[in-house]
Structures are given as C-alpha cells and as structure tokens.
C-alpha cells in the first residue's frame, strides 16, 4: 500500500501584503483560508500525513491570533489521526530565541528543529523517518550533513533552501542549500524542498524532489495556477498529483507600446480593460518606446475597478521618442528640464544613461500629474 503525503510549503502567513494598500487584510485572509481548504481536505484525499517545508508564518513571533487560529486547524487534524510534519523557513526561522516554535506548541505536530534527526512513524504497516534541514549555524556543510540513516524504511527529507544548479550560484547561510547531486547521492526516497514559491519537480539518480510552490500568489513572479500537491510513494517509487486550489491569480502583462499602434492614453486605457475580470491581482508593465507619455498613476486610478488590485509599471524608452522631442521644444519650465535632461543623457556613459533617464520618465510623469490634478479642480 502506498502512502499519501500532501506537501505544504511557503504559506507565509501573516505576510504584510502592503504593496496591495487597503485590499492587504483581505488577501492575508485568503491566504489563511487557502491553508485551512488544504487542510481540510486530508480526509477526503486519503492523506496519511502532512509535510510543510518551512515559512509557515511570515515571521517567527506571529500574531498569536493567528497562531491560535493555526492551532485550531492542526487539532482537527488531530482528531482525524493525520499527523503533521514541519520544519522553519527562513522567515519564521528557529534560529531566532523568541521564535514560536520554541514558545508553543502546536496539537499533533512534530516540528523538526535538530538537523538531519530523523522522526519515525508508522504509517499504513510501513515504517518512515522524516528528516529536517533548515537554515543552520554549523561550520559542517549543508552537502556532508544531508543524508539518511542505513535503517530499513522509506525515508522523507523536507528542506527549506535552494537546490543549486550552476556553479556560479552563491549560498545563503539563512538556507540549508543543495546540490543536484547531493540529492542523487542522498538515497532519500522524496526530498520535500521549500523556499521557492513556484512549482519545480525533479529527479536525481532513484530520488525525487520537488517544489510545491504557494497555494496562492504572494507576489508577481507566482502568477497563473497553483497547486495542492499530493505525493504517493511506494516500493515502485513516487507519483505526483497537483490540484488546482488557488481562488484569485496573479496576473502579469506586457504591453508593447512600440508595437501595439497604441498612440494616446485612451488607447492605452482600452487596451489594458481588455484585462478585466474583477478578480485578478495584475501587473501591467508598459515597454518598448512611446509616442505619448503615459501616465501609470492617473491609469491606475481609472481602471483600479476592473481587477482585485492593479499597477501600471511604466518600462518605455522615452530618450528618443517623439513625444520627448515634441516637449523639449516647449517654452515651459517642463521644456526647459528636458532639454538639459536631454544633453545629460547624450553625453553619459552606459552605466549612467538608465538612471537618468528614469529621472527624466518619473519627472515628467510629475508634471503630467500635476496638469491632471489642476484640470479636475477646474472642471
């Protein structure tokens, strides 16, 4: 008989949010939800145990409102018999002395803090070692550390780091980092990873290893679907299941001005309403070079309505547009700037151009919404 593990990781509950303004309470409850659903469907998905690999909280001194609420859903859990498996992220990290694993503790869940201590279990007449690897202070490397013990059994690595993939990469000593081969090399039966918030399944010599990513999009970067991730294993080896379970997406989209025959703001406007749906967190980013200037801000505004939450990230090449030669020719403290932005930027070399000519966009978006705020107040 196989046994089922549903793998959590990346919840970071009790994440600020604060880019989304006042929709941040509404998300941070949904992201509380996404784990209460996921939870809740244990029994019915014949899960035998839980794993979460790291960042549970988004701190390690949560709010103990929330730390009770996460209580309350482990205990039901509890009571069904699925027992729980966690290590800390790097966020909610137990190196911290006022960390909250070290402060509470939570009904039918073994927190797994000693690294590379295996906790046994008896799950469906077959014996299993689950094994944590966090963040650690040890001079011994993440690499000589991550194994398993020779015991009979399947055994069940969760950790929260980065598996490596170039040799350029740089660790973190806030990760217990990885190598591809140390997981070839490692004879775990699965290695449940945390820490990156995308789904990423791979496989190395007879181990598999995979990502699950958020249950919902915390930031751009985790657009589209999320998933709840099942994994079965057996003496065949390990099959993965992913369900859709996120209920509002991220969104992210490019608009290419310079090939979109989008010549004013209205146009813009139109083509960004295209997007619409009410529901989404969306990132629209403007490139290419313009023939107007754009005005992120006053957009924003107007089509904030259509989407949960929207921003309009200006990305254009206005140095050699025809709108910037058009306003250089001005007799106006505006025409003014830009000509003298304008010989900066001619003879700056590369590395200074692009800042200065994001001071030139951010500036002259200034005085466009200055001009807006002055028609609304004659109007």
Same mark, same amino acid.
């Given at each position: 008989m196989s046994i089922r593990l549903m793998h959590l990781a990346d919840l970071h509950l009790g994440a600020p949010l604060s880019y989304l303004g006042d929709k941040a309470e509404e998300r941070a409850r949904e992201l509380e939800s996404a784990l209460v659903r996921a939870l809740s469907a244990a029994a019915a998905k014949k899960v035998d145990a839980i794993l979460i690999s790291g960042d549970l909280f988004d701190r390690f001194n949560p709010p103990l409102d929330l730390v009770a609420r996460v209580k309350n859903a482990f205990a039901k859990l509890s009571r069904e018999n699925i027992p729980v498996l966690l290590i800390p992220g790097t966020h909610d990290s137990h190196r911290y002395a006022r960390c909250i694993y070290h402060r509470e503790r939570f009904p039918g869940v073994d927190v797994l803090m000693e690294t590379g201590k295996p906790v046994q279990k008896q799950i469906n007449g077959h014996t299993i070692y689950f094994y944590g690897f966090s963040g650690s202070d040890s001079p011994v490397s993440p690499s000589s550390l991550f194994c398993r013990t020779p015991a009979d059994g399947m055994h069940v690595a969760l950790v929260h780091g980065t598996v490596a993939e170039n040799d350029r990469w740089e660790s973190s000593p806030r990760d217990f980092s990885v190598t591809p081969a140390d997981i070839g090399n490692s004879s775990f039966d699965y290695v449940a990873l945390g820490h990156h918030h995308n789904f990423k399944q791979f496989k190395r010599g007879k181990t598999t290893a995979l990502y699950p990513g958020t249950l919902e999009g915390l930031t751009f970067g985790e657009s589209g679907d999320r998933f709840l991730v099942i994994v079965a294993l057996d003496e065949n080896g390990v099959s993965v299941e992913k369900l859709k379970h996120n209920r509002r997406a991220l969104k992210e989209i490019e608009?290419?001005?310079?090939?979109?025959?989008?010549?004013?703001?209205?146009?813009?406007e139109r083509a960004i309403a295209r997007f619409f749906d009410g529901e989404s967190i969306a990132s629209v980013s403007l490139t290419g070079? @313009?023939?107007?200037?754009?005005?992120? +801000?006053?957009? $924003?505004?107007?089509?904030?309505?259509?989407?949960?939450? #929207?921003?309009?990230?200006?990305?254009?090449?206005?140095?050699?547009?025809?709108?910037?030669?058009?306003?250089?020719?001005?007799?106006?403290?505006?025409? @003014?700037?830009?000509?003298?932005?304008? +010989?900066?930027? $001619?003879?700056?070399?590369?590395?200074?151009?692009?800042? #200065?000519?994001?001071?030139?966009r951010l500036t002259l978006q200034q005085f466009q919404q200055v001009h807006y705020e002055n028609q609304r107040a004659l109007d």
């Open positions: 608009i290419d001005l310079s090939q979109s025959g989008l010549d004013c703001g209205e146009s813009l070079s @313009i023939d107007f200037l754009p005005s992120p +801000k006053e957009l $924003e505004a107007r089509l904030a309505g259509g989407f949960f939450h #929207l921003q309009i990230t200006d990305n254009t090449s206005i140095y050699d547009s025809a709108v910037m030669r058009s306003i250089a020719h001005d007799r106006t403290v505006r025409g @003014i700037f830009a000509r003298k932005m304008l +010989k900066k930027i $001619e003879i700056a070399n590369v590395e200074e151009k692009p800042a #200065l000519e994001l001071a030139l």
